[in-house]
């Protein structure tokens, strides 16, 4: 993205990032273990499942 003139460009929270990061490596690690012959469609859509059920919870606790 480019911010244009004056404008700083958007705000990357690293900490959060960095947390979701490790916490994808950490789920797609078990799922790699426990399941060997699960396909990699099969844990990508798992995995795209966690986030968009974890992150808004995770968010959402965050604001309080």
């Avoid at 986030?51 to 965050?62: E, G, L, S, T, Y």
Wanted: glycine share 10%.
């Amino acid at each position: 993205m480019n911010p244009g003139p004056g404008g700083s460009g958007p705000k990357i929270d690293w900490k959060r990032t960095l947390w979701i990061l490790a916490g994808a490596f950490i789920v797609s690690s078990l799922l790699i273990i426990l399941f060997p012959g699960l396909g990699t469609l099969w844990r990508l859509a798992i995995m795209a499942l966690l986030f968009v059920i974890v992150v808004p919870m995770v968010d959402r606790r965050h604001r309080k």
